[in-house]
T-cell receptor, first 111, second 119 residues
Framework: SQQGEEDPQALSIQEGENATMNCSYK?????LQWYRQNSGRGLVHLIL?????REKHSGRLRVTLDTSKKSSSLLITASRAADTASYFC???????????FGKGTTLSVSS | GAGVSQSPSNKVTEKGKDVELRCDPI?????LYWYRQSLGQGLEFLIY????????KSGLPSDRFSAERTGGSVSTLTIQRTQQEDSAVYLC?????????????????FGPGTRLTVL
């Protein structure tokens, strides 16, 4: 069964705009990760935030984590056409090993 | 160094045939994972190998699915008597996670996947 649920399922924006994607999960976690997938193939790791962290930045990416609400958000600032992809959140349970993925948000950035 | 590689990139087979999918993890990574991605089910965990420990097979959907990891490196996922619902992209990932290290970061590096189509 899937742990995370992303919202929205699809997002279309113009280049230069910011894109925000949200993820909710069900059980206690060790960390939460965001991945990007182009063209339905390999996943690329973007950023990891640990359960004791609240916010993390990496380049144009900003991730927040609210463990009380069991939710996370990924913000991509100043989006580019190359950011067009599917974005997945994934969690690692406190007693788990494998990643449990959400269903993903499909982002389309038009120039 | 090279990333995770998988072969073949595409596989078309007939219902009832057996298939083998291969994964070469990043050198030195002790943890290896298999996932599959299908339209209806999204990304699902299948099996996890950690060093010489017994694998975590809790995600395998049926006994037609099996996997092995020889010499702690290359892994093969075998699907026997394939069914149409086995059609999916099979993804392999590896990480440097060590056994029992639940508090560590666990960035998993994914291969490009094998697209399996069962006719």
């Amino acid at each position: 069964s899937q742990q995370g649920e992303e919202d929205p399922q699809a997002l279309s924006i113009q280049e230069g705009e910011n894109a925000t994607m949200n993820c909710s999960y069900k059980t206690s976690i060790n960390n939460l990760q965001w991945y990007r997938q182009n063209s339905g193939r390999g996943l690329v790791h973007l950023i990891l935030i640990r359960s004791n962290e609240r916010e993390k930045h990496s380049g144009r990416l900003r991730v927040t984590l609210d463990t009380s609400k069991k939710s996370s958000s990924l913000l991509i600032t100043a989006s580019r056409a190359a950011d067009t992809a599917s974005y997945f959140c994934a969690t690692v349970h406190q007693a788990g090993t494998a990643l449990i993925f959400g269903k993903g948000t499909t982002l389309s950035v038009s120039s | 160094g090279a990333g995770v590689s998988q072969s073949p990139s595409n596989k078309v087979t007939e219902k009832g045939k057996d298939v083998e999918l291969r994964c070469d993890p990043i050198s030195g990574h002790t943890a290896l994972y298999w996932y599959r991605q299908s339209l209806g089910q999204g990304l699902e965990f299948l099996i996890y190998f950690q060093g010489n420990s017994a694998p975590d097979k809790s995600g395998l959907p049926s006994d037609r699915f099996s996997a092995e990891r020889t010499g702690g490196s290359v892994s093969t996922l075998t699907i026997q008597r394939t069914q149409q619902e086995d059609s999916a992209v099979y993804l392999c990932a590896s990480s440097s996670r060590t056994s029992g290290d639940y508090s560590s970061t666990d960035t998993q590096y994914f291969g490009p996947g094998t697209r399996l189509t069962v006719l």
